[in-house]
């Protein structure tokens, strides 16, 4: 069974600080993993994915994660946060095999805060 | 064209009222997706349609009713709901088994009364 676990439901930061989103996953499979984020009332954006390729994952907005297999890890991370950060973000793993549609699994989420 | 486009944004309605959602995209995408997220919460899956047929119905009641009239639409209609049912109401779509090319849109913000 596939799971994904995000680690802190709440993440604050200062304008300027490292971000660091914490996911670990469990996948019985080699798996694809995603985050997505969410502002207030509005859908769903990816920010990048893993899908077996590099372990380094670039993204938009200055975003990147880092599968590690050893530690079932895919913590998203960006090295300076902007206020426009501020947002819920989602770590997603999706099961292989999925009959050619996408049954995405999500985290719980963490909401982001980004003080001045 | 990128977009998933859904209407309306907000929709309020009791609960004897008929209500539909609309969501229309343009980018090809033969499977097309309703998900239900409740607030502070992740969204879930309700439906799957794969080549305008419904491939996946995740146990929703019967007072939600999809429809995919063609491949660039995808409807909800609502009758009888629940204000439990209140929640945020996204459509999305992607490419036939490509997992990385789903495309959410923005989202019907529904409230019954």
């Known amino acids: 069974a596939q799971s994904v676990t995000q680690l802190d439901s709440h993440v604050s930061v200062s304008e300027g600080t490292p971000v660091l989103l914490r996911c670990n996953y469990s996948s019985s499979y080699s798996p694809s993993l995603f985050w997505y984020v969410q502002h207030p009332n509005k859908g769903l954006q990816l920010l990048l994915k893993?899908?077996?390729?590099?372990?380094l994952v670039k993204g938009i907005n200055g975003f990147e994660a880092e599968f590690k297999k050893s530690e079932t890890s895919f913590h998203l991370t960006k090295p300076s946060a902007h206020m426009s950060d501020a947002a819920e973000y989602f770590c997603?793993?999706?099961?292989?095999?999925?009959?050619?549609?996408?049954?995405?699994?999500f985290g719980a989420g963490t909401r982001l805060a980004v003080h001045p | 064209d990128t977009e998933v486009t859904q209407t309306p944004k907000h929709l309020v309605m009791g609960m004897t009222n008929k209500k539909s959602l609309k969501c229309e995209q343009h980018m090809g995408h033969r499977a097309m997706y309703w998900y239900k997220q409740k607030a502070k919460k992740p969204p879930e899956l309700m439906f799957v349609y794969s080549y305008e047929k419904l491939s996946i119905n995740e146990s929703v009641p019967s007072r939600f009713s999809p429809e995919c009239p063609n491949s660039s639409l995808l409807n909800l209609h609502l009758h009888a709901l629940q204000p439990e049912d209140s929640a945020l109401y996204l459509c999305?779509?992607?490419?036939?088994?490509?997992?990385?090319?789903?495309?959410f849109g923005s989202g019907t913000q529904l409230s019954v009364l």
């Open positions: 999305a779509s992607s490419p036939l088994g490509s997992l990385e090319k789903l495309f």
């Open positions: 893993y899908t077996s390729a590099a372990t």
């Open positions: 997603v793993v999706s099961p292989p095999f999925s009959g050619g549609y996408n049954k995405l699994i």
